[in-house]
């Protein structure tokens, strides 16, 4: 099975600064196509999860620019450029190279 | 749009039984993979099944397999997930959601299930 790690698993940031989480997998999540399937989600206080970036760095449409994803083999980061009052939430990373599997979750909170 | 819609949850006994169903419109069913995920009270994202658009496969997470089954009626652009001898760990709310490129690019509102005696 893949074991997914996020560091760290609460995050408190000021409005206007940087955030940055790291999702580590226990084996490589790079698939015989090419293709590295790594995607990251964010649950908003009372909603459903919601994509927002595939396949490590692929921006889902409509989704602010502000998020970036990176990485390769087994070490990921979500980076949210300018954290804003409405990026509350859990951010979950999940892999998708063998069945499925999210990580803890990282809750961030604004100062 | 892309919608889905959960409905079925509700109480139930343990080793007793009950069934998901999850609604779709705004895409070719058939084309599209569909999972479970659940979360329970106060907890993170737990994977629990998935089935290909065509019905013809389909996978559990080890904590649900034997127990759990999921299905699909792509005639009523409609998934299922059918709970058998669910215990008490088993109470969350179980999401549906639209696979795309290994991700899961629509996600349902979810429906919760408690299973209590």
């Known amino acids: 099975d893949v074991v997914m790690t996020q560091t760290p698993l609460s995050l408190s940031v000021t409005p206007g600064q940087p955030a940055s989480i790291s999702c580590k997998s226990s084996q490589r999540l790079l698939h015989s196509n090419g293709k590295t399937y790594l995607s990251w989600y964010v649950q908003k206080p009372g909603q459903s999860p919601q994509l927002l970036i595939y396949e490590v760095s692929s921006r889902l449409s409509g989704v602010s620019e502000r998020f970036s994803g990176s990485g390769s083999g087994t070490d990921f980061t979500l980076k949210i450029s300018r954290v804003e009052a409405e990026d509350v939430g859990v951010y979950y990373c999940?892999?998708?190279?063998?069945?499925?599997?999210f990580g803890q979750g990282t809750k961030v909170e604004i100062k | 749009q892309v919608q889905l819609v959960e409905s079925g949850g509700g109480v139930v006994q343990p080793g007793g039984s009950l069934t998901l169903s999850c609604a779709a419109s705004?895409?070719?069913?058939?084309?599209?993979?569909i999972h479970w995920v659940r979360q329970a009270p106060g907890k993170g994202l737990e994977w629990v099944a998935l089935i290909w658009g065509d019905g013809s496969s389909d996978f559990y997470a080890d904590s649900v397999k034997g127990r759990f089954t999921i299905s699909r009626d792509n005639s009523k652009n409609t998934l299922y997930l059918q709970m058998s001898s669910p215990r008490e760990e088993d109470t969350a709310v179980y999401y549906c959601?639209?696979?795309?490129?290994?991700?899961?690019?629509?996600w349902g509102q979810g429906t919760l299930v408690t299973v209590s005696s």
């Open positions: 999940m892999q998708g190279i063998q069945l499925r599997t």
């Open positions: 959601a639209k696979d795309s490129n290994r991700a899961l690019d629509c």
């Open positions: 705004g895409f070719t069913f058939s084309d599209s993979g």
